[in-house]
Protein backbone atom coordinates (compact mmCIF):
# COMPACT_ATOMS: atom_id res chain seq x y z
CA UNK A 1 0.00 0.00 0.00
CA UNK A 2 2.91 2.16 1.09
CA UNK A 3 4.49 2.22 -2.26
CA UNK A 4 1.20 2.35 -3.84
CA UNK A 5 0.81 5.85 -2.24
CA UNK A 6 4.60 6.96 -3.34
CA UNK A 7 4.16 7.54 -7.21
CA UNK A 8 1.14 9.65 -7.37
CA UNK A 9 2.58 11.12 -4.04
CA UNK A 10 6.13 11.93 -5.38
CA UNK A 11 4.15 13.35 -9.41
CA UNK A 12 2.20 15.49 -6.66
CA UNK A 13 5.40 17.19 -5.12
CA UNK A 14 6.74 17.69 -8.94
CA UNK A 15 3.26 19.74 -9.56
CA UNK A 16 3.80 21.86 -6.06
CA UNK A 17 7.18 22.39 -6.55
CA UNK A 18 6.31 23.73 -10.29
CA UNK A 19 4.24 25.92 -9.59
CA UNK A 20 5.57 27.10 -6.73
CA UNK A 21 8.41 28.25 -8.55
CA UNK A 22 6.24 29.74 -11.15
CA UNK A 23 4.71 31.76 -8.29
CA UNK A 24 7.58 33.05 -6.94
CA UNK A 25 8.82 34.09 -10.27
CA UNK A 26 11.81 31.66 -11.05
CA UNK A 27 9.55 30.23 -14.32
CA UNK A 28 6.45 33.08 -16.34
CA UNK A 29 3.11 31.90 -17.13
CA UNK A 30 4.23 30.93 -20.27
CA UNK A 31 7.19 28.69 -19.60
CA UNK A 32 5.04 25.55 -19.72
CA UNK A 33 4.61 25.30 -23.36
CA UNK A 34 8.50 24.78 -23.91
CA UNK A 35 7.54 22.21 -21.49
CA UNK A 36 4.59 20.94 -23.80
CA UNK A 37 6.75 21.01 -26.67
CA UNK A 38 9.74 18.88 -24.95
CA UNK A 39 6.31 16.47 -23.73
CA UNK A 40 4.44 16.24 -26.85
CA UNK A 41 7.39 16.20 -29.73
CA UNK A 42 10.36 14.12 -27.73
CA UNK A 43 9.69 12.58 -24.32
CA UNK A 44 6.06 11.26 -24.99
CA UNK A 45 6.41 10.09 -28.80
CA UNK A 46 9.81 8.31 -27.13
CA UNK A 47 7.93 6.36 -24.31
CA UNK A 48 5.25 5.00 -27.04
CA UNK A 49 8.04 3.71 -28.76
CA UNK A 50 9.70 2.13 -26.50
CA UNK A 51 6.37 0.54 -24.78
CA UNK A 52 5.10 -0.81 -28.31
CA UNK A 53 8.61 -2.23 -29.17
CA UNK A 54 9.01 -4.12 -26.26
CA UNK A 55 5.33 -4.94 -25.75
CA UNK A 56 4.32 -8.32 -27.49
CA UNK A 57 1.16 -7.12 -28.91
CA UNK A 58 -2.44 -8.76 -28.20
CA UNK A 59 -4.39 -7.95 -31.63
CA UNK A 60 -7.77 -8.30 -29.51
CA UNK A 61 -6.61 -5.24 -27.66
CA UNK A 62 -7.55 -3.27 -30.62
CA UNK A 63 -11.20 -2.61 -29.99
CA UNK A 64 -9.70 -0.32 -26.94
CA UNK A 65 -9.49 2.09 -30.00
CA UNK A 66 -13.48 1.42 -30.02
CA UNK A 67 -13.73 2.12 -26.97
CA UNK A 68 -11.86 5.82 -26.96
CA UNK A 69 -14.30 6.82 -29.36
CA UNK A 70 -17.67 5.33 -27.81
CA UNK A 71 -16.73 7.02 -24.28
CA UNK A 72 -16.14 10.22 -26.05
CA UNK A 73 -19.04 10.14 -27.86
CA UNK A 74 -21.33 9.10 -24.88
CA UNK A 75 -19.56 12.18 -22.76
CA UNK A 76 -20.33 14.40 -25.87
CA UNK A 77 -24.37 13.63 -25.96
CA UNK A 78 -24.61 13.83 -22.31
CA UNK A 79 -22.85 17.12 -22.24
CA UNK A 80 -24.81 18.63 -24.74
CA UNK A 81 -28.15 17.31 -22.78
CA UNK A 82 -27.14 18.89 -19.91
CA UNK A 83 -26.74 22.23 -21.51
CA UNK A 84 -29.62 21.90 -24.17
CA UNK A 85 -30.99 25.03 -23.15
CA UNK A 86 -28.42 27.47 -23.24
CA UNK A 87 -26.54 29.32 -26.02
CA UNK A 88 -24.99 28.06 -28.50
CA UNK A 89 -21.93 28.91 -27.31
CA UNK A 90 -22.18 27.26 -23.94
CA UNK A 91 -22.87 24.18 -25.76
CA UNK A 92 -19.79 24.07 -27.69
CA UNK A 93 -18.69 24.36 -24.96
CA UNK A 94 -20.12 21.54 -23.30
CA UNK A 95 -18.88 19.45 -26.50
CA UNK A 96 -15.33 20.48 -25.81
CA UNK A 97 -15.21 20.42 -22.10
CA UNK A 98 -17.65 17.66 -21.35
CA UNK A 99 -15.84 14.89 -23.52
CA UNK A 100 -12.06 14.39 -24.28
CA UNK A 101 -9.34 12.94 -22.26
CA UNK A 102 -6.14 14.31 -21.37
CA UNK A 103 -4.07 10.93 -21.74
CA UNK A 104 -0.59 12.11 -23.32
CA UNK A 105 0.57 14.50 -20.43
CA UNK A 106 -1.39 13.18 -17.49
CA UNK A 107 -2.70 9.73 -17.48
CA UNK A 108 0.27 8.51 -19.16
CA UNK A 109 3.14 8.90 -16.78
CA UNK A 110 1.05 7.34 -13.90
CA UNK A 111 0.49 4.48 -16.03
CA UNK A 112 3.76 4.71 -17.34
CA UNK A 113 5.29 4.29 -13.80
CA UNK A 114 2.81 1.19 -12.80
CA UNK A 115 2.87 -1.18 -15.43
CA UNK A 116 5.10 -0.42 -17.92
CA UNK A 117 4.84 -1.26 -21.21
CA UNK A 118 2.11 -2.98 -20.53
CA UNK A 119 -0.25 -0.46 -19.27
CA UNK A 120 1.22 2.14 -22.25
CA UNK A 121 -0.01 0.38 -24.97
CA UNK A 122 -3.23 -0.16 -23.39
CA UNK A 123 -3.18 3.46 -23.00
CA UNK A 124 -1.90 4.08 -26.27
CA UNK A 125 -4.35 2.30 -28.34
CA UNK A 126 -7.59 3.90 -26.38
CA UNK A 127 -6.04 7.21 -26.55
CA UNK A 128 -5.99 6.67 -30.93
CA UNK A 129 -9.69 6.61 -30.38
CA UNK A 130 -9.61 9.27 -28.25
CA UNK A 131 -7.50 11.65 -30.91
CA UNK A 132 -9.85 10.49 -33.41
CA UNK A 133 -12.43 12.31 -31.38
CA UNK A 134 -10.74 15.29 -30.02
CA UNK A 135 -8.95 16.07 -32.53
CA UNK A 136 -11.21 16.02 -35.29
CA UNK A 137 -15.23 15.26 -34.72
CA UNK A 138 -16.01 16.49 -31.57
CA UNK A 139 -14.12 19.78 -32.61
CA UNK A 140 -15.68 19.83 -35.71
CA UNK A 141 -19.16 19.61 -34.03
CA UNK A 142 -18.79 22.10 -31.47
CA UNK A 143 -17.69 24.21 -34.20
CA UNK A 144 -20.76 23.81 -36.67
CA UNK A 145 -23.10 24.38 -33.05
CA UNK A 146 -21.58 27.85 -32.26
CA UNK A 147 -22.57 28.63 -35.94
CA UNK A 148 -19.47 30.97 -36.61
CA UNK A 149 -16.56 28.43 -37.85
CA UNK A 150 -17.20 25.72 -40.68
CA UNK A 151 -14.33 23.49 -40.19
CA UNK A 152 -12.96 21.60 -43.57
CA UNK A 153 -12.49 18.04 -43.13
CA UNK A 154 -9.08 18.15 -44.92
CA UNK A 155 -7.99 20.52 -42.35
CA UNK A 156 -8.68 18.17 -39.34
CA UNK A 157 -7.43 15.67 -40.67
CA UNK A 158 -4.20 17.62 -41.48
CA UNK A 159 -4.32 19.12 -38.06
CA UNK A 160 -4.56 14.88 -36.37
CA UNK A 161 -1.45 13.79 -38.72
CA UNK A 162 0.58 17.29 -37.36
CA UNK A 163 0.33 15.42 -34.01
CA UNK A 164 3.77 13.82 -33.57
CA UNK A 165 2.11 11.05 -31.06
CA UNK A 166 -0.63 10.25 -33.67
CA UNK A 167 1.71 9.29 -35.77
CA UNK A 168 3.94 7.42 -33.66
CA UNK A 169 0.84 5.37 -32.58
CA UNK A 170 0.69 4.46 -36.41
CA UNK A 171 3.79 3.73 -37.49
CA UNK A 172 4.51 1.32 -34.18
CA UNK A 173 0.92 -0.09 -34.58
CA UNK A 174 1.97 -0.85 -38.02
CA UNK A 175 5.25 -2.41 -36.86
CA UNK A 176 3.80 -4.13 -34.57
CA UNK A 177 1.50 -5.54 -37.21
CA UNK A 178 4.82 -6.80 -39.37
CA UNK A 179 6.78 -7.58 -36.18
CA UNK A 180 9.99 -5.62 -37.19
CA UNK A 181 11.70 -4.42 -34.07
CA UNK A 182 13.75 -1.33 -33.71
CA UNK A 183 17.73 -2.02 -33.06
CA UNK A 184 18.78 -2.58 -29.58
CA UNK A 185 20.82 0.48 -29.35
CA UNK A 186 17.61 2.96 -30.94
CA UNK A 187 15.47 0.96 -28.24
CA UNK A 188 17.67 1.55 -25.56
CA UNK A 189 17.71 5.12 -26.57
CA UNK A 190 14.19 5.71 -26.62
CA UNK A 191 13.06 3.74 -23.11
CA UNK A 192 15.95 6.61 -21.77
CA UNK A 193 14.32 9.52 -22.95
CA UNK A 194 11.07 7.87 -22.40
CA UNK A 195 11.84 7.91 -18.86
CA UNK A 196 11.59 11.71 -18.75
CA UNK A 197 8.13 11.74 -19.52
CA UNK A 198 6.19 11.45 -16.55
CA UNK A 199 8.92 14.05 -14.77
CA UNK A 200 8.52 16.87 -17.85
CA UNK A 201 4.87 16.14 -17.80
CA UNK A 202 4.18 16.23 -14.38
CA UNK A 203 6.24 19.84 -14.13
CA UNK A 204 4.18 21.04 -17.50
CA UNK A 205 1.24 20.67 -15.34
CA UNK A 206 2.32 22.70 -12.07
CA UNK A 207 3.40 25.76 -14.51
CA UNK A 208 0.32 25.22 -16.15
CA UNK A 209 -1.95 25.31 -13.47
CA UNK A 210 -3.95 28.83 -12.89
CA UNK A 211 -7.11 29.17 -11.36
CA UNK A 212 -8.11 32.65 -11.56
CA UNK A 213 -11.51 33.22 -12.51
CA UNK A 214 -15.25 34.51 -12.72
CA UNK A 215 -18.05 33.47 -10.11
CA UNK A 216 -20.37 32.37 -12.83
CA UNK A 217 -17.82 29.93 -14.05
CA UNK A 218 -18.32 27.47 -11.07
CA UNK A 219 -21.79 26.57 -11.68
CA UNK A 220 -21.24 25.64 -15.50
CA UNK A 221 -17.65 23.83 -14.36
CA UNK A 222 -19.21 21.79 -12.04
CA UNK A 223 -21.95 20.55 -14.13
CA UNK A 224 -19.26 19.47 -17.11
CA UNK A 225 -17.14 17.91 -14.27
CA UNK A 226 -20.03 16.00 -12.61
CA UNK A 227 -20.91 14.34 -16.94
CA UNK A 228 -17.15 13.05 -16.65
CA UNK A 229 -16.69 12.03 -13.33
CA UNK A 230 -20.63 9.68 -13.17
CA UNK A 231 -19.43 8.49 -16.86
CA UNK A 232 -15.74 7.56 -16.02
CA UNK A 233 -17.95 5.31 -12.63
CA UNK A 234 -20.51 4.09 -15.10
CA UNK A 235 -17.83 3.37 -17.73
CA UNK A 236 -15.70 1.54 -15.24
CA UNK A 237 -18.05 -0.76 -13.79
CA UNK A 238 -18.95 -1.57 -17.10
CA UNK A 239 -15.62 -2.84 -17.61
CA UNK A 240 -14.74 -4.38 -14.44
CA UNK A 241 -18.00 -6.57 -14.36
CA UNK A 242 -18.66 -7.14 -18.23
CA UNK A 243 -15.22 -7.82 -20.12
CA UNK A 244 -12.67 -10.33 -19.90
CA UNK A 245 -9.79 -8.09 -19.77
CA UNK A 246 -6.70 -8.55 -17.42
CA UNK A 247 -6.56 -6.47 -14.10
CA UNK A 248 -4.05 -4.49 -15.80
CA UNK A 249 -6.04 -3.41 -19.08
CA UNK A 250 -9.03 -2.45 -16.73
CA UNK A 251 -7.18 -0.72 -14.15
CA UNK A 252 -5.34 1.20 -16.81
CA UNK A 253 -8.97 2.09 -18.23
CA UNK A 254 -10.50 2.76 -15.11
CA UNK A 255 -7.74 5.45 -14.81
CA UNK A 256 -7.80 7.01 -18.11
CA UNK A 257 -11.90 7.21 -17.48
CA UNK A 258 -11.03 9.74 -14.97
CA UNK A 259 -8.40 11.74 -16.67
CA UNK A 260 -8.51 15.59 -17.17
CA UNK A 261 -9.97 17.15 -19.94
CA UNK A 262 -7.62 17.03 -22.81
CA UNK A 263 -5.67 20.88 -23.40
CA UNK A 264 -6.63 20.97 -27.15
CA UNK A 265 -10.26 21.74 -25.99
CA UNK A 266 -9.36 25.03 -24.49
CA UNK A 267 -7.42 26.40 -27.60
CA UNK A 268 -10.86 24.78 -29.72
CA UNK A 269 -13.03 26.94 -27.23
CA UNK A 270 -11.69 29.87 -28.02
CA UNK A 271 -11.66 29.01 -31.70
CA UNK A 272 -15.18 28.32 -31.52
CA UNK A 273 -16.76 30.33 -28.80
CA UNK A 274 -13.58 33.67 -28.92
CA UNK A 275 -13.32 33.28 -25.15
CA UNK A 276 -11.52 29.77 -23.91
CA UNK A 277 -11.17 31.13 -20.14
CA UNK A 278 -13.98 29.36 -19.00
CA UNK A 279 -12.44 26.34 -20.78
CA UNK A 280 -9.11 27.27 -19.43
CA UNK A 281 -10.52 27.02 -15.61
CA UNK A 282 -12.87 23.98 -16.01
CA UNK A 283 -9.81 21.98 -17.57
CA UNK A 284 -7.76 23.65 -14.56
CA UNK A 285 -10.45 22.26 -12.02
CA UNK A 286 -10.26 18.90 -13.74
CA UNK A 287 -6.49 18.52 -13.74
CA UNK A 288 -6.76 19.18 -9.92
CA UNK A 289 -9.72 17.16 -9.62
CA UNK A 290 -7.66 14.77 -11.56
CA UNK A 291 -4.62 14.30 -9.06
CA UNK A 292 -7.02 13.99 -6.29
CA UNK A 293 -8.71 10.74 -7.43
CA UNK A 294 -5.60 8.95 -8.60
CA UNK A 295 -4.13 9.67 -5.54
CA UNK A 296 -7.32 7.79 -4.02
CA UNK A 297 -7.73 5.07 -7.41
CA UNK A 298 -4.35 3.96 -7.57
CA UNK A 299 -3.70 2.69 -3.98
CA UNK A 300 -7.25 1.01 -4.40
CA UNK A 301 -7.37 -0.54 -7.47
CA UNK A 302 -3.25 -2.15 -7.19
CA UNK A 303 -3.53 -3.12 -3.52
Not at 68 to 86: C, D, F, H, Q, T
Amino acid sequence: MEQSFAQPLSFLFIIFLANLLKRIGLFGKDDFKVLAKITINVTLPSAIIASFDSFSMDYSLLVLVLVGILSNSILMAVSYWIMRKESNYKKSYALLNGATYNIGNFSFPFIQGLFGASGMVVAALFDLGNALMATGFTYSLAASVAGNIRPNPKDLVKKLFESVPFDTYLVMLLLSFLNIHLPSTMAQTMQLIGKANPIVAMFMIGLMLDLHFEKDWIKDSVKMLLVRYLGAIAFSLAVWYFTPWTQVVKITLTLLFFSPISTISSAFTERCTHDGRLSSFTTSLSVIAGILLYMILIPILTA
